[in-house]
C-alpha cells in the first residue's frame, strides 16, 4: 500500500513535470522579460538623437510646455549611458542643457549648464524618484532603472489593445514612493505598452501607456506616450520626433565643453 | 581647422528673445538715511531684455546679444545696458568668443575664489534674479581642446565690480567727510590688460581645474592724497585650483587659491587688500524629493597679519587673520516644480554677523513668474554684512518672458 502510494506520487510528479515542461520552454523568466524590455525601452541602438515635446497638462486643462533635443550614448557591455539634453523652450530656460553619466551600479553623475551665469553646475544625483523637470516622469523614467531595484513575478499572457504581452508585478526592494507596479510588456517587441503604479495603500497611483510605437530602422519605439498620476489627476504627454538610433555620436559631446556649447551637428 | 567640424543638416537661424520684468526692493529698517540715500526703495525699476542669438548651418559661427533697456525709479534714471554682445568661431579642437561675456569659474556656491570676473553686489544685496549676480567682461577668450584637457585664456579690459554706494545703501564711512573723491579706473593700455587661465579635465567622474590669472580688485582701494579721497584699483595676482566629485549620495566641492596683492606685498598700505589664502569646502545632497541642502565652509588667511594690524588707521575695525564664513542653502520645489521655496544663508563665524535670503517663486505659466523674498543682514555691526544691517529690504520681482 505504502509502495503504491509512492508509485502515485512519482508518476504524479512526472505528469507535473510534464506538463510543466512546455510552458517554462515557451514563457521566459519575469526577470528575463523585465531585462529585454529595459534593454528595448533604455538601450535601444548604440546611440539615439530625438527632438522630445513635453505637455505638462494640470488638473484644470493648463499646459506648460517642453521643447528639448536628448542625445544618448551607450557605453559597451557595462550598463554605462550618457545622456544629454538641451532645452529649446519656453524661452526663460532656453539653452539650459542637463548632462548625465549613467550607471546601473552607483550613483549617476549630473550636471547642469544654466546659460545666464555661464555656470556649469554638478547636482546631487540621489533623485531617481523625483520629477523630471516638473513633469509625471521620474528621472528613473527617463534613463531607466535597474533591473535589481525590484523583484518580478509573471502573472499571465494578456493581450492588451491587440498585441501579445506579459503582465509583470514588480515590487520595489528598497522602499519607494510606489509599492508594486504592474507591466504589460509587448511579447514580441518587449517594449513596455502599459504600467500601473500602486501606493503603499495599494491605490493605483500613476499610469504610464505607449500611445504610439513605431519601427524606426531596426527598431520599435514609443516615439508617443504619457503618463498620468492618479491622485492629482496631473498627467505629461510626450511625443518624439526625428527619432534617429546609431548616428555616430561621440563620447566627447557628454563633457563640459559642449554642456557650455551645444554641439551644432545634433542639437538644432 | 575649420573645414574638420561636421556639416549640419539644418541652419539654426537667428532667435529673438525677451523679458519685461519689474523689481522693487523695499527698506524694512527705520533708519534715518542720510541726504541722497534712497531710503526707502534702495531699488524700484522696469526693465525690458532683448535677446538675439544666431549661428551659421555649420555652427562654426555665432553671436549673441543681450541688451537691457532700464527706467531706474529709484535713482530717476533711464539707460540702455549691453548685458553681453559677443560672436563665436568654433573649430573641433578651438574656439574663440569676442566680446562683451560673462564668464563663471570655480565651484563655491555664491561665493568666489578663482573667478575674479565682474559681479554685481547691488543685485545681490536687492535680491535681484541671479543672472544679474554676474556682469561682463569686455573680453576675447579661446578655448583650446588638445584631447581629454580643456584649456581657457581670458584676455579682458577692466570692469569694476557693482559695489553697494552711499545712493542707494546706508554705509558706515570711515573715511574723513566733506573731501572731494574720484576713482581712478585702469584703462585698457596693453601693460592693464588682464589675462586668466584655466585648465581643467575630468580624473574618472571627478573634475579637477587649475587657475591662474593677473588682474586687477574690482572694488576701489581708497586712499586721502592731496586733499582728496581716490579710489584705486590695484593689481591682483591669483593662483588655485578646484576639485569636485561624488560622496557619498551628494556632491563634494573643494576650492583654494591665493591672493598675491603686487602693490603692497609687505601688507603695510591700509588701503590694498593684504595678500591671503582663500579656500572652502562644500557639499550638497538631496533630502527627500525636490529637496537640496547645500553647506560651505570658506576661509580666508591673511598673510602679513602683523603689519596688517600696525598699519590699520584708528576708527577700521579689526579683522581676523583667519576669516571665516559658513554658507547654508535649501531648496523645496513644490506643485510640479512651479513652487520654488529657497532659502540661502551667509553666516560669519569670525565676524558673529549674518546674512540670509529667503525666497519664494511661484510660475503662474511658463512665461510668467513672481519672486517674494528679503535680505536679512544683521549681527555684528563691524563685520562685513553685520555692517549693512540698515539696509534689510523685502523684495518683489514679476517676470514676463516672451
Avoid at chain 1, 512546455?22 to 546611440?47: Q, T, W
Avoid at chain 2, 563655491?108 to 575674479?116: E, S, V
Avoid at chain 2, 553697494?164 to 601693460?191: W, Y
Wanted: aromatic share 12%; charged share 25%.
Amino acid at each position: 500500500m505504502k509502495s503504491f502510494r509512492r508509485i502515485a506520487l512519482f508518476l504524479l510528479a512526472v505528469v507535473a513535470v510534464l506538463c510543466a515542461a512546455p510552458a517554462r520552454a515557451a514563457d521566459p523568466s519575469a526577470e528575463e522579460i523585465v531585462k529585454r524590455s529595459l534593454e528595448s525601452f533604455y538601450y535601444a541602438g548604440n546611440d539615439m538623437r530625438v527632438r522630445v515635446s513635453m505637455k505638462l497638462i494640470n488638473v484644470q486643462g493648463k499646459v506648460r510646455e517642453r521643447e528639448m533635443t536628448l542625445l544618448r550614448l551607450n557605453l559597451g557591455k557595462s550598463g554605462d549611458q550618457r545622456y544629454y539634453i538641451y532645452f529649446h523652450a519656453p524661452a526663460d530656460v532656453k539653452g539650459t542643457s542637463f548632462l548625465v553619466w549613467k550607471y546601473p551600479s552607483k550613483e549617476d553623475d549630473r550636471w547642469i549648464y544654466v546659460p545666464a551665469l555661464k555656470l556649469v553646475k554638478r547636482i546631487a544625483a540621489d533623485d531617481k524618484r523625483s520629477s523630471f523637470v516638473g513633469s509625471d516622469f521620474t528621472y528613473e523614467d527617463v534613463s531607466g532603472r535597474d533591473l535589481e531595484d525590484e523583484t518580478h513575478a509573471l502573472v499571465r499572457k494578456e493581450d492588451l489593445a491587440g498585441r501579445p504581452a506579459y503582465l509583470v508585478e514588480s515590487k520595489p526592494r528598497a522602499p519607494s514612493d510606489y509599492s508594486r507596479r504592474l507591466s504589460w510588456i509587448d511579447r514580441e517587441r518587449w517594449l513596455p505598452l502599459k504600467e500601473e503604479y500602486f501606493d503603499a495603500r495599494n491605490e493605483p497611483l500613476r499610469t504610464f501607456s505607449a500611445d504610439k510605437v513605431e519601427q524606426i530602422g531596426k527598431q520599435w519605439t514609443v516615439t508617443v506616450r504619457g503618463m498620468k498620476n492618479l491622485q492629482s489627476g496631473h498627467r505629461t504627454e510626450v511625443v518624439f520626433r526625428e527619432t534617429e538610433f546609431d548616428v555616430g555620436i561621440k563620447q566627447d559631446i557628454f563633457t563640459e565643453r559642449y554642456l557650455r556649447d551645444a554641439p551644432a551637428r545634433w542639437v538644432r | 581647422m575649420l573645414a574638420s567640424v561636421p556639416p549640419a543638416t539644418a541652419a539654426e537661424g537667428i532667435a529673438w528673445n525677451g523679458f519685461v520684468q519689474s523689481h522693487v526692493a523695499a527698506r524694512t529698517s527705520g533708519v534715518n538715511c542720510p541726504d541722497g540715500t534712497e531710503c526707502d526703495f534702495p531699488s524700484a525699476e522696469l526693465r525690458s531684455q532683448l535677446e538675439t542669438e544666431g549661428k551659421n548651418a555649420a555652427g562654426n559661427t555665432g553671436f549673441l546679444g543681450r541688451f537691457d533697456l532700464l527706467r531706474d525709479f529709484a535713482l530717476d534714471d533711464t539707460r540702455l545696458e549691453t548685458r553681453e554682445l559677443y560672436g563665436d568661431l568654433r573649430s573641433e579642437k578651438l574656439a574663440a568668443r569676442l566680446g562683451r561675456q560673462v564668464i563663471t569659474w570655480g565651484v563655491g556656491d555664491l561665493l568666489f575664489i578663482n573667478d575674479t570676473f565682474p559681479r554685481d553686489q547691488v543685485a545681490l544685496f536687492t535680491g535681484q534674479p541671479q543672472q544679474y549676480l554676474k556682469r561682463g567682461s569686455d573680453a576675447l577668450k579661446l578655448n583650446a581642446y588638445p584631447g581629454p584637457a580643456n584649456l581657457e585664456w581670458v584676455i579682458a579690459g577692466f570692469r569694476p565690480d557693482n559695489t553697494p554706494t552711499s545712493r542707494r545703501f546706508v554705509l558706515a564711512d570711515p573715511l574723513p567727510a566733506g573731501l572731494p573723491r574720484r576713482t581712478e579706473e585702469p584703462g585698457n593700455n596693453p601693460n592693464e590688460l588682464e589675462i586668466s587661465g584655466r585648465v581643467s579635465g575630468y580624473l574618472d567622474n571627478w573634475e579637477l581645474s587649475g587657475y591662474a590669472s593677473r588682474t586687477h580688485y574690482r572694488s576701489a582701494a581708497l586712499g586721502v592724497t592731496a586733499g582728496e579721497i581716490v579710489g584705486t584699483y590695484p593689481r591682483l595676482n591669483t593662483l588655485g585650483s578646484s576639485l569636485t566629485g561624488p560622496a557619498g549620495k551628494g556632491v563634494l566641492s573643494l576650492e583654494a587659491g591665493y591672493y598675491d596683492s603686487p602693490q603692497d606685498r609687505a601688507g603695510r598700505d591700509p588701503s590694498i587688500e593684504n595678500s591671503q589664502f582663500k579656500g572652502l569646502i562644500g557639499y550638497s545632497r538631496q533630502l527627500w524629493e525636490d529637496a537640496t541642502l547645500g553647506l560651505q565652509l570658506y576661509g580666508e588667511w591673511m598673510r602679513d597679519y602683523s603689519a596688517y594690524r600696525e598699519t590699520l588707521p584708528a576708527g577700521f575695525p579689526a579683522k581676523d587673520r583667519l576669516r571665516k564664513v559658513t554658507t547654508f542653502r535649501f531648496t523645496q520645489l513644490f506643485a510640479h516644480q512651479t513652487v520654488t521655496f529657497n532659502v540661502f544663508a551667509f553666516v560669519g563665524l569670525s565676524e558673529r554677523d549674518h546674512y540670509v535670503i529667503p525666497s519664494l517663486r511661484y510660475a503662474f505659466s511658463d512665461n510668467l513668474w513672481a519672486e517674494i523674498g528679503a535680505n536679512i543682514f544683521g549681527g555684528n555691526r563691524n563685520g562685513m554684512l553685520g555692517s549693512l544691517q540698515d539696509n534689510r529690504n523685502v523684495y518683489l520681482t514679476v517676470r514676463l518672458a516672451f
